[in-house]
């Protein structure tokens, strides 16, 4: 298995100096050994799905096989619908969403993103999917992970109790996962 994790940082200002910086330290803290990819997405104010898919497909090239991806809030739901349409899909390891909203029926309006209604499906294949969600996530609903269980049928959720949008700086969870199939 590789060693190579690219996270997708989330949208607005500030987010990845501010935020997401330390949802990456805390994945640095567990994970030593892992090359820890943390791009700058263009206009992270506000997020384009078609630029920000753009740079994730470039993003993707420099994977090795069996690299792992973590996207982070509206970095996620970019993530996931990048992958899916993506034609050359890289061979990753897992593909984590960090309180993701869902774009599509019962989730945000956009007139950006254009889900496809068999996301699952159009996922490069064998590739475990985890949802985390904190249940004290005021941005974006913890409803929203079911909404992505119902639209990728083999995804894993993972509610977390008193976690907020940032999972309070702590992928603590994600780290123990990916150390636990090192160890395999």
Same mark, same amino acid.
């Given at each position: 298995m590789g060693s190579q994790l690219l996270f997708v940082q989330g949208g607005g200002a500030?987010?990845?100096?501010?935020w997401d910086d330390k949802l990456v330290d805390s994945l640095r803290r567990?994970?030593?050994?892992?090359?820890?990819?943390?791009?700058?997405?263009p206009n992270e104010d506000e997020p384009a799905f078609a630029s920000?898919?753009?740079a994730l497909e470039k993003?993707?090239?420099?994977?090795?096989?069996?690299a792992i991806v973590v996207g982070d809030s509206i970095g996620g739901t970019i993530?996931?619908?990048?992958?899916?349409?993506?034609?050359?899909?890289?061979?990753?390891?897992?593909?984590? =969403?960090?309180?993701a909203p869902f774009v599509g029926e019962g989730g945000w309006p956009s007139e950006d993103i254009d889900p496809a209604p068999d996301l699952g499906a159009r996922l490069p294949k064998n590739v475990p999917v985890h949802i985390y969600h904190? =249940?004290?996530?005021?941005?974006?609903?913890?409803?929203?992970?079911?909404?992505?269980?119902r639209s990728i049928p083999q995804a894993n959720v993972h509610l977390l109790?008193?976690?907020?949008?940032?999972?309070?700086?702590?992928?603590s969870e994600i780290a123990a996962m990916i150390k636990s199939w090192k160890a395999t």
């Open positions: 500030g987010t990845h100096d501010e567990e994970l030593p050994n892992f090359e820890i990819r943390y791009p700058r997405m920000w898919k753009t993003e993707f090239a420099k994977l090795d096989d069996g993530l996931i619908n990048a992958l899916a349409q993506t034609p050359k899909k890289p061979r990753l390891r897992a593909i984590f =969403l960090v309180a904190g =249940l004290a996530d005021e941005t974006a609903p913890p409803s929203h992970a079911e909404l992505y269980a109790p008193h976690r907020d949008h940032q999972l309070n700086n702590d992928l």
